[in-house]
């Protein structure tokens, strides 16, 4: 596609249900990356794919969040069990492989938990 | 993301004004210095960046300017203009990893 989509572009749940958050990188990009980011604050790594591995899990807060990736394309996070404090605006971005320059970001996610 | 200190929080300027976002960082391995600018409801979006090789790099109004020994760069955006406002990262990084460690953003008003 043209860029990096993401969808929903928001999202509110309750408290204790699963969310899946969606990634559609730029075509061609093997590096996918997520990032959190609060209110009024910087990015916040979580985790990144080469290709549809994950060699960095480190940054996902907790063993309620995973990710994964299919066909070195779509990337899905999903949350369980949401809890308030992962209220946020999570976004996508895509690379041309790693660490080759710049980073297309998506247009995030906003999850809201009730 | 103590790697990386970006100053100020935030900036309010007169139309025409020439602020200036600076980014300090402790990686002496760092060899790609991009911002990215981010207005509201949007994703970053990549603005400028320089390599360790050069000190100065322009592209229009804005400006980056690099100091190896004080491992620190600044943005400039000349001329300043109401569309410019929006929030400003730093997100050095090193060529060949994954990493990018972004600055905790500087929020930027330009007034009319």
């Known amino acids: 596609g043209a860029g990096v989509s993401q969808s929903p572009s928001n999202k509110v749940t309750e408290k204790g249900k699963d969310v899946e958050l969606r990634c559609d990188p730029i075509?061609?990009?093997?590096?996918l990356y997520w990032y959190r980011q609060s209110l009024g604050q910087g990015l916040e790594f979580l985790i990144y794919?080469?290709?549809?591995?994950?060699?960095?899990k480190s940054g996902l807060p907790s063993d309620r969040f995973s990710a994964e990736r299919t066909g070195e394309s779509v990337s899905t996070l999903t949350i369980q069990r949401t809890q308030q404090e992962d209220s946020a605006v999570y976004l996508c971005?895509?690379?041309?492989?790693?660490?080759?320059?710049?980073?297309?970001f998506g247009p995030g996610t906003r999850l809201t938990v009730l | 993301q103590q790697q990386v200190k970006q100053s100020p929080q935030s900036l309010i300027v007169q139309k025409g004004g020439i602020p200036i976002i600076n980014c300090a960082y402790e990686?002496?391995?760092?060899?790609?210095f991009p911002w990215y600018q981010q207005f509201p409801g949007k994703g970053p979006a990549l603005l400028i960046a320089i390599r360790p090789d050069v000190s100065e790099k322009k592209e229009g109004r804005f400006t980056i300017s690099f100091n190896k020994s004080a491992k620190q760069f600044s943005l400039h955006i000349m001329d300043s203009q109401p569309g410019d406002s929006a929030t400003y990262f730093c997100a050095p990084t090193e060529t060949g990893t994954y990493k990018y460690i972004f600055g905790t953003g500087t929020r930027l008003k330009v007034l009319a």
């Open positions: 075509s061609g990009h093997t590096a």
């Open positions: 971005a895509s690379s041309l492989a790693e660490g080759l320059g710049e980073q297309f």
């Open positions: 990686n002496t391995a760092f060899d790609y």
């Open positions: 794919f080469q290709g549809n591995s994950a060699p960095d």
